[in-house]
């Protein structure tokens, strides 16, 4: 079956289990619900620490995928991967984050360029009829077009949609961030926290929003500080470790609160079976070894997915899923068409799965290394191409957190055992292979051992192949990796500014610039217009408009008056 008939068979099911709810169209509305820095401590996971009623309702209800993984432990190159279905070390995505200001790069910024005609999902979906908004995180490594997103912001809600039109919304719930375990307690370090309000009644009298910003907050208690977790073998379990344990469980009950409300205000607006839900977290936990590492610890992630009328109610799926798979998968829901240069795969066709997922990390904040991984159902390995550095890395905003101080604490007093100091070897191996269905904290390196050297080669070389296929040269420093994205150039290439043409009698608007969007707006003080995505050579009638173009990667063009003349 080739990639059109899947997406052609996918889309026939959903749309029969929608219903008429957006007027005219059988396409279902899309919500994801996007938690950070969360591995599945989750009960449908096996975890029985807190009961989450508005996730197990999910669960119930829909399907729980159990081999779900990020492209990074780090968030903006996750985000990459998700914006557009490809990996993120296959086009300058993967450094954390190319806005920061380093010695590496000697620049303020600089931004991951796509190739060329690249386009976000969420434009895809506009594309095709969709109302797209963002509530309220980006970063994707590079500054989203103005194409993108019909709302992109704290305010952003399907509430604003036309009647008629189905939606793909994105809500991202911040409180099970890192910053959620350093102390004090509640106190957000985060330049903008966003508080969703668990208040489903604070929800209703909110036309547009869902919640309400706040600078500082703090995290309601849900989960009792006295209960004793349990500690993955990694970390010892010391008061200091439980504590952060706690804030870990309590954080993830206020998300579920959270989580319902949005819930019940999808129920309150009649579109919960009309909605498909999609929720899962941006990478593996916050704890020490867990965040930033490619062990299944910092890649790890759930998935839950609700179809509408109960298809597939309370059942588990245990392929493979990479979040490269998770743009072709969302454009197959809606019957769209997948672009052919997406690296992922529709996983809801049953016509192939994953053999492997694979996953890389870069700079993290001011410090650098160099790491690949490929995964199948019970192997992992890892090339270092670092081996002469050590494994832990001192990244300060890593440090706030109190066990992150205990452990380097107790591992300078030798008080560490072997688990718990592994992370602190002054060296790396340079090839590292787990068996994961064996060993899931991935602590016994295998990849030296005689009986297991097949299985590296295989694993080996599934590695190399990816690496060849997705252009990603791991060995290049990321000053030559800025020089290649720009094609050579000193600095980022600007976008041309957009003109106005007129061809076969027709004003059109066009850049200079190979794979720029364009988008538009008619200048009329009296009906203020969101930026509109303006299709290739779409006439325009006579009057004045702004437009901007924008090749992502590259500098956005200054926003252009254009006057279009009356057609002769």
Known sequence: MNRMLIVLATAAFLVGCSTHANGGTNQPNI????????SPLLPMYGDGSIE?????????????????????GVCAPSRAALATGLYPNGFGANNMRTSSDTEETGLPKYEAVPPKNTKMLSQLLREAGYYTTNNYKTDYQFKAPKTAWDENGIYAHWRKRTENSPFFSVFNFTTTHESGLFEPYGVRELEKRHY????????????NHHGVKTDKDSTPVHVNPETKFPVPPYLPDTPIVQRDLW???????????QIGAILEALEKDNLLENTIIVFYSDHGGP??????????SGLRVPLIIRFPKGYKASTVEERLISFVDFAPTTLAMAGVNIPEYMQGQNFLSTASEREYVYAAADRLDGITDTIRAVRDRCYKYIRNYRPNDPYYLPVAYREKIPSMRELL????????????????????????????????????????????????????????????????????TERQLISELWDGKASQPITEAPTVVVRNGENVITSKTPGAFISYRVKNDETPLNWQIYKKEQPLKHGIIEAIAHRPGYVESEITTLVTKENE
């Open 31 to 38: 919500l994801w619900l996007v938690i950070e820095d969360m």
């Open 52 to 72: 989450t009623p508005n996730l197990s309702r999910l669960a119930e209800e829909g399907v729980v995928y159990t081999n779900v993984f990020s492209t990074s």
């Open 196 to 207: 969703f309000s668990s208040d489903a009644e604070k929800i209703s009298k909110l036309p």
């Open 247 to 257: 804030k870990v469980y309590n954080n993830l009950a206020e998300t579920d609160k």
């Open 287 to 296: 704890m020490p070894r867990q965040k930033r590492l490619i062990y299944d």
């Open 409 to 476: 604490e107790m591992n300078a007093a030798g008080k560490l055992n072997e688990a718990q100091s592994q992370w602190f070897r002054k060296t790396k191996d340079t090839h590292e292979l787990f068996n994961v269905c064996n060993d899931p904290h991935e602590l016994s390196n295998l990849a030296y051992i005689k009986n297991y050297q097949n299985k590296r080669k295989e694993m080996e070389g599934a590695l190399n192949s990816w690496l060849s296929e997705i252009g990603d040269k791991p060995l290049m």
